[in-house]
Nanobody, 124 residues
């Protein structure tokens, strides 16, 4: 059974940083690309960042490029999202997702497994 669990969310002031982490279980990590998505109230779920199975290929949404960095540690079976220079518009529930494919994806439909999400709230 595949399980994903996010942690590290919280309430912070604009300009600060957070590090989100996703712990995985039940995945053959060498076969799975991973991604982070977010969903703000009243909005659709949007791609934030993706990483292929090895970690050598990453992609970040234009809205977060330069502030967010995705990484993975296959030995620990974790995927992290470092978030710097937080803005109020970053407020959302952040979800970790896994694909049954080694190559990264950028849309929700490309992902097969999802965590329950972690709330990030940024105040101005």
């Amino acid at each position: 059974q595949v399980q994903l669990a996010e942690s590290g969310g919280g309430q912070v002031q604009a300009g600060n940083s957070l590090r989100l982490s996703c712990a995985t279980a039940g995945l053959a990590v060498l076969d799975n690309a991973m991604g982070w998505f977010r969903q703000a109230p009243g909005k659709e779920r949007e791609f934030v960042a993706g990483i292929n199975w090895s970690g050598r290929d990453t992609r970040h949404a234009a809205s977060v490029k330069g502030r967010f960095t995705i990484s993975r540690d296959n030995s620990k079976r974790t995927v992290d999202l470092q978030i710097n220079s937080l803005k109020p518009e970053d407020t959302a529930i952040y979800y970790c997702a896994a694909r049954r494919d080694a190559g990264l994806g950028v849309t929700p439909v490309e992902y097969d497994y999802w965590g329950p999400g972690t709330q990030v709230t940024v105040s101005s």
